[in-house]
């Protein structure tokens, strides 16, 4: 590189920065390419941002621009260093595979199309840097989306770990009104016997209409089987998507469903009735929220227990009464919010600690947190958004 391309020290600044960004700890073992697009997306946009900038401070003589060239150089090469050790302490933290040489290649190998821009002159590195960052946003993946593909999300939930004891009963979408749909699932729900069962969940569903195997499975273990579980769909496409479009349709759903199961529970003549529960995941832990409020300001004492597992950032209380949450501590979903760009996420007390936990930095954690979700559900059970059994074994029994 000769004294004419050495980058202006704010190009330098920026680039650094962007990957410092990039390179900061994640709460999930990662994807090398994700890694690689990450480093390279953020690096370019620095170096675009330090480009800018340097048009309006004047250039420094070339050895001061060689200097910050080549200590920028080195201090990315450190972090990427410590990136790849944090990333080894969460695979063994979680017992998968270590990395190797070929993950560390393409991990590193976007950044250097950041790093021939940067070397190019001015007008050909802005253009580059540019290219860089737009081309590795848009061959970023999209975040993981709870299962819903191949057989319906109505069989899966009555099908997949039932028992011959098994009571579900499932509402799937149609162009009903919501109030309608709810009783008829209600209606439902009794016609099969649920009166007669010692308790009753209302589980309410995720984006894409799925309800959780393990929890289901861990409802009727905890349950003995003495229980019917009902569920309506509110929507058919990713739980994210479904999420960033609007949370009110499975607010809406879950309130009818609650609504109609209270009323129908009230009305009947047997001594015994059913105990009400609630419990949602991800976005069905969103609607359970909004129908355990509800019944606490329209139909009090009316409610058993609330169960929220994995509900977005700021979605959900985490101190309701006669509520339990569930988070793991390397679950991105129940960290990620805009906030995270200048303050560190609130969480549950009760969260656990199943991975080394990433310290917060401003912007960083907000980019780290965005990152991680692209792969949270790739996981077992008790890690990233993944959750088990244990919503279902987390049930009380409440008084009769």
């Not at 590189?1 to 050495?6: G, H, Q, V």
Request: hydrophobic share 50%; proline share 7%; glycine share 10%.
């Amino acid at each position: 590189m000769n004294a004419r391309t050495w980058p202006h020290p704010l190009v330098t600044a920026g680039t650094t920065a962007g990957a410092a960004i990039a390179l900061a700890p994640g709460s999930l073992p990662r994807e090398s390419l994700i890694q690689g697009v990450l480093l390279a997306a953020f690096a370019g946009i620095g170096a675009l941002i330090g480009m800018l900038a340097s048009r309006f401070v004047p250039w420094p003589a070339a050895r001061a621009r060689k200097v910050t060239a080549v200590a920028g150089g080195l201090v990315i090469v450190a972090m990427f260093v410590q990136m790849i050790w944090w990333q080894l302490e969460l695979r063994w933290a979680l017992g998968t595979e270590t990395l190797d040489l070929g993950w560390v290649a393409v991990a590193a190998a976007p950044s250097g199309v950041v790093a021939v821009a940067v070397a190019l002159p001015s007008r050909i590195r802005m253009i580059g840097a540019v290219l860089a960052a737009a081309i590795a946003l848009s061959v970023a993946p999209s975040p993981a989306g709870a299962a819903g593909a191949g057989e319906s999300v109505a069989h899966k939930f009555t099908a997949v770990g039932a028992q011959s004891t098994s009571l579900r009963v499932y509402g799937e979408l149609d162009t009903r009104d919501v109030t309608d749909r709810a009783q008829n699932l209600v209606k439902r729900w009794q016609a099969a016997g649920g009166m007669h069962r010692s308790a009753v969940v209302v589980a309410v569903p995720t984006g894409s209409g799925w309800v959780d195997p393990d929890a289901l499975v861990g409802i009727e273990s905890r349950m003995a089987g003495d229980v019917g579980v009902i569920a309506l769909q509110y929507s058919d496409i990713p739980s994210w998507q479904a999420f960033l479009s609007s949370s009110a349709p499975a607010r809406d759903s879950a309130i009818a469903v609650t609504a109609a199961l209270i009323d129908a529970v009230n009305r009947s003549a047997s001594p015994s009735r059913p105990h009400i529960y609630l419990y949602g995941q991800s976005l069905g832990a969103v609607g359970a929220d909004a129908a355990r409020q509800w019944a606490q300001d329209n139909r009090s004492g009316a409610l058993c227990h609330t169960v929220l597992a994995g509900a977005p950032a700021g979605t959900a209380s985490l101190s309701a009464p006669s509520t339990t949450v569930l988070a793991n501590g390397s679950d991105p979903v129940v960290r990620w919010s805009p906030r995270l760009i200048w303050q560190p996420p609130a969480l549950a007390s009760g969260i656990t600690h199943d991975l080394p936990t990433p310290p917060w930095l401003p912007v960083a954690g907000f980019v780290q947190a965005s990152a991680d979700l692209i792969g949270a559900l790739s996981f077992p059970a008790g890690h990233g958004h993944q959750y088990g059994t244990e919503q279902g074994h987390v049930i009380p029994f409440c008084p009769r």
